[in-house]
T-cell receptor, first 115, second 111 residues
Framework: GAGVSQSPRYKVAKRGQDVALRCDPI?????LFWYQQALGQGPEFLTY????????KSGLPSDRFFAERPEGSVSTLKIQRTQQEDSAVYLC?????????????FGAGTRLSVL | AQSVAQPEDQVNVAEGNPLTVKCTYS??????LFWYVQYPNRGLQFLLK??????LVKGSYGFEAEFNKSQTSFHLKKPSALVSDSALYFC?????????FGQGTELSVKP
C-alpha cells in the first residue's frame, strides 16, 4: 500500500482482556517499529524488527507485551491481561533500510482504551 | 540518559509571521535529528532530517531547521506561517535505531 496501515483504529477492552494490534508496513520496507504514545506525551519506543528478526525489545513495559513479525512483513503487537495503564495510542512505523539512519514512516495508530 | 526537550508546550503565531519551534537534545555521538508533525487522529508525518553536512536543513511545506552543535539545538522554523500549519510538532533523535521524541509543541496559527 501507499502508507503504513494499522488496524483497528480504535479498540476498547475490559481490564484483563487480551488484545492484538496489527500493522501493515510500506511494501518493501525492511524495518518495522512499535511506539506507545500516552495522552499529551511524545511517542516512546517499544520494539523493532529487521525483517522477521526482533532486534530490540527493550521498550516493552512488561512481559504482558509481545510482538511478532513471522514473515517479515505484517506485524502484530499483543497485550495480554490489559490494564488501565495500557491505555494509549500504539503507533507503528516502517523504514526502507538499515535502522541506523533511515526515515521512519508512521501509521495513523491504534487508540486503545482499557476500561 | 539520552533525551530530547521541547521547552514550549504551545506556540502562538499570527498568520504571515515567522515561527520557531524549539528543540534541544542530549544524545551521545553525532546526532541524527528529525522533525515530525501530527494532525488530529493522524499519524506522525515526516518533515525533515539532519544527518550531516549543512546546518540549515530544508524540508516539506516550507519548513526548515537549524542544527547548532554548540547549543545542542535543532529549532524548526518557517518564514511565513499559515493557519494550516496549526498542529502538534515533535522533535526526535535517532539512537540505536530507535527514535527518542520530545514531548511535543502545539503550534497555533491565528488568521
Amino acid at each position: 500500500g501507499a502508507g503504513v496501515s494499522q488496524s483497528p483504529r480504535y479498540k476498547v477492552a475490559k481490564r484483563g482482556q487480551d488484545v492484538a494490534l496489527r500493522c501493515d508496513p510500506i511494501s518493501g520496507h525492511v524495518s518495522l517499529f512499535w511506539y506507545q504514545q500516552a495522552l499529551g506525551q511524545g511517542p516512546e519506543f517499544l520494539t523493532y524488527f529487521q525483517n522477521e528478526a526482533q532486534l530490540d525489545k527493550s521498550g516493552l513495559p512488561s512481559d504482558r507485551f509481545f510482538a511478532e513479525r513471522p514473515e517479515g512483513s505484517v506485524s502484530t503487537l499483543k497485550i495480554q491481561r490489559t490494564q488501565q495503564e495500557d491505555s494509549a495510542v500504539y503507533l507503528c512505523a516502517s523504514s526502507y533500510g538499515e535502522v541506523s539512519r533511515g526515515v521512519q514512516y508512521f501509521g495513523a495508530g491504534t487508540r486503545l482504551s482499557v476500561l | 540518559a539520552q533525551s530530547v526537550a521541547q521547552p514550549e508546550d504551545q506556540v502562538n503565531v499570527a498568520e504571515g509571521n515567522p515561527l520557531t519551534v524549539k528543540c534541544t537534545y542530549s544524545v551521545s555521538g553525532n546526532p541524527y535529528l528529525f522533525w515530525y508533525v501530527q494532525y488530529p487522529n493522524r499519524g506522525l508525518q515526516f518533515l525533515l532530517k539532519y544527518i550531516t553536512g549543512d546546518n540549515l536543513v530544508k524540508g516539506s511545506y516550507g519548513f526548515e531547521a537549524e542544527f547548532n552543535k554548540s547549543q545542542t539545538s535543532f529549532h524548526l522554523k518557517k518564514p511565513s506561517a499559515l493557519v494550516s500549519d496549526s498542529a502538534l510538532y515533535f522533535c526526535a533523535a535517532l539512537q540505536g535505531g530507535k527514535l527518542i521524541f520530545g514531548q511535543g509543541t502545539e503550534l497555533s496559527v491565528k488568521p
